[in-house]
């Protein structure tokens, strides 16, 4: 179509319909980052290991491994102390490997912290494995250090890893912390949120 000046005029293009392609993008994207910020990943779930089963070591310290936690376990594990070398625990090779590295990611001219590091990697066995019948040897040297002649256990699952601990201790341990939960309770409430500290 010509103007007044005999120019061509060139048609105007749908701006609605490019502003709906724009609109249906937006939302798209919307729903995307929507979707991923709700779903909640694998990993985070992948070694949550929860519950408490009772057990005994046979006579070689074998140990019956629960179903439930020999899924999460993977083919191989390491067994290795506690953080506060009370209890035997096992742990799925790759959080293991987190543990060793927040010792190694901390001022290494520290004696207390290689006095503990040095005892937890001494008595840290990698390459564990279940046998047919989902028992797995507490090698003797963490077995007789924490666990002693007991052979009655406690098996608890402690978020990314398992424990071990004596039956007796577990009680003890039990009725030391209704003890204490008030006090806790109390201590946790004041803690605040995370997101608070950012």
Not at 160 to 168: M, R, T
Not at 171 to 184: E, G, H, I, K, Q
Request: proline residues 5%.
């Amino acid at each position: 179509m010509l103007n007044l000046w005999g120019k061509r005029e060139e048609k105007p293009k749908n701006e609605h319909k490019s502003g709906r392609k724009g609109c249906e993008s937006v939302d798209e994207n919307h729903e995307t980052n929507n979707r991923q910020s709700t779903e909640t990943p694998a990993n985070t779930r992948k070694y949550r290991f929860l519950g408490s089963f009772s057990h005994g070591l046979d006579a070689k310290g074998r140990l019956v491994i629960p179903q439930p936690f020999r899924e999460k376990l993977g083919e191989e594990f390491y067994i290795a102390p506690s953080f506060d070398f009370k209890s035997i625990a096992i742990y799925p090779t790759e959080k293991w490997e987190e543990r060793s590295a927040q010792f190694e990611g901390k001022n290494q001219m520290s004696p207390q912290l290689n006095a503990v590091k040095n005892f937890f990697y001494a008595l840290s066995y990698d390459g564990q494995t279940c046998d047919g019948q989902g028992r797995v040897l507490l090698p003797a040297n963490i077995r007789q250090k924490i666990l002693g002649e007991e052979r009655d256990v406690e098996i608890t699952g402690a978020n990314d890893h398992i424990l071990i601990n004596a039956a007796s201790a577990s009680a003890d341990n039990w009725a030391r912390f209704l003890n204490d939960l008030p006090a806790m309770l109390e201590k946790i409430a004041g803690l605040g949120n995370s997101e608070e500290k950012e």
